[in-house]
């Protein structure tokens, strides 16, 4: 059965480091998604991404993050100049469904440490 | 606003025994709810979802929009059962997901 997969799955960065985060979503999915999970806290919607751009993000998903579809089959999210805050770990998924948010696939998520 | 409660961080039952993981929503629209688990050290899975009206490994979830709630329920407990729990609020028109803080399930021998 295919999976969402995301690399690398641990990554430690010094505070003011930028950061990318990997993601291969599902081949015929359309719909791609970031969220994070700070420890002991819910999951936290980012960021929506269909058709090359945003479709929706979150008050969270400020100026220091983006995301980018660099080719047919990764999806990256990036940190611009990494906060303490910033240490979570994120979630990676995908959908097909159009028209509402349907049954997201969720990668196995990357812990992200900033010292 | 839109928010999902899970009120229990923890549940612990004995093997054989009735689960059930509470659920409840704020969403003034149409919701699409669903049920995720999270083994341990895996990803998060789907589990449920009300639309399909399915059981699965024997969990079932009504919603019930008078009580703005979608519990969890399965009569009788597994051990491998034990997992984390969330429950996650899709609104129409959006295409993200609100979950709930979780409840980690506990199943004892």
């Known amino acids: 059965e295919p999976e969402v997969t995301q690399t690398p799955s641990h990554q430690v960065t010094q505070m003011g480091q930028e950061v990318i985060l990997r993601c291969v979503p599902i081949?015929?999915?359309?719909?791609f998604y970031w969220y994070r999970q700070i420890l002991g806290q819910k999951v936290e919607f980012l960021v929506s991404f269909y058709n090359n751009e945003i479709s929706e993000k979150s008050e969270i998903f400020d100026d220091q993050f983006s995301v980018e579809r660099p080719d047919g089959s990764n999806f990256t999210l990036k940190i611009r100049s990494t906060k303490l805050e910033d240490s979570a770990m994120y979630f990676c998924a995908s959908s097909v469904i159009f028209g509402g948010p349907g049954e997201q696939y969720f990668g196995p998520g990357t812990r992200l440490t900033v010292t | 606003a839109q928010r999902v409660t899970q009120p229990e961080k923890l549940l612990s039952v004995f093997k054989g025994a009735p689960v059930e993981l509470k659920c409840n929503y704020s969403?003034?629209?149409?919701?699409?709810l669903f049920w995720y688990v999270q083994y341990s050290r895996q990803r998060l899975q789907l589990l449920l979802r009300h639309i399909s009206r399915e059981s699965i490994k024997g969990f079932t979830a009504d919603l019930n929009k008078g009580e703005t709630s979608f519990h969890l329920k399965k009569p009788f407990a597994q051990e491998e059962d034990s997992a984390m729990y969330y429950c996650a609020l899709g609104a129409s028109g959006t295409y993200k997901y609100i979950f709930g803080t979780g409840t980690r399930l506990k199943v004892l021998a």
């Open positions: 969403y003034s629209g149409s919701p699409e």
């Open positions: 081949s015929n999915h359309l719909y």
